[in-house]
């Protein structure tokens, strides 16, 4: 997900990469900020002259996160003409997703289980939640759904069980049901 990270990358890379890593992998409270330099291979003061804290540097790498979400599927999205298509299209990129090797789950899922309320991990992924449901409402419209909120609200439910189904049980083909569920929804929201 990270770009290639080099020792001559600059210090804020390299910390965002690491965080990437760790805090994916690991969790966002489990990993402390030496462990987090350590692989950056910077100094503790590079931390805090990038970000200020570790809520920062939390906030920075779930920020990341998104905005590479918010990539992968404009790109899947582009390979699609209509919005029914592109709608069914948001099943197809969590199906590449939770193929990927180190798939862990939703990584909001995984910070928010271990967030405080009012936290900045609340706050950013409050935001990409926001995002989601604004993409399958704004496709539902397009597509013609006579309840574009609810059918937004639908998928985004659907769209969340397959991705902890994927992770719990393991079960790489859990967005490939979710997909096809998804099409009785929209054919019965835009009939």
């Not at 936290?119 to 993409?135: K, N, P, Q, Y």
């Not at 759904?145 to 393991?170: E, F, S």
Request: proline share 3%; hydrophobic share 45%; charged share 30%.
């Amino acid at each position: 997900m990270s770009p290639k990270i080099t020792d001559r990358s600059p210090a804020r890379e390299r910390l965002l990469a690491a965080a990437d890593e760790l805090f994916y992998s690991e969790g966002v409270n489990t990993v402390g900020i030496d462990k987090v330099i350590e692989r950056a291979g910077v100094a503790k003061a590079s931390l805090y002259n990038a970000f200020g804290s570790k809520d920062e540097l939390i906030r920075a790498y779930l920020a990341r996160r998104h905005e590479a979400r918010q990539a992968r599927l404009a790109r899947k999205l582009a390979l699609y003409d209509t919005p029914r298509e592109k709608l069914l299209g948001v099943f197809d990129a969590l199906s590449d997703l939770v193929a990927e090797t180190g798939f862990r789950g939703c990584a909001f899922l995984n910070a928010s289980a271990e967030a405080q309320p009012g936290s900045a991990v609340e706050e950013v992924s409050d935001s990409s939640r926001a995002w989601v449901r604004s993409l399958f409402r704004d496709l539902g419209r397009e597509a013609g759904a006579a309840d574009p909120d609810q059918l937004a609200r639908q998928l985004v439910l659907l769209y969340d069980g397959a991705t902890v189904g994927a992770k719990m049980d393991r079960d790489a083909g859990a967005a490939t049901v979710a997909k096809s569920v998804a099409a009785m929804m929209i054919d019965n929201a835009i009939a």
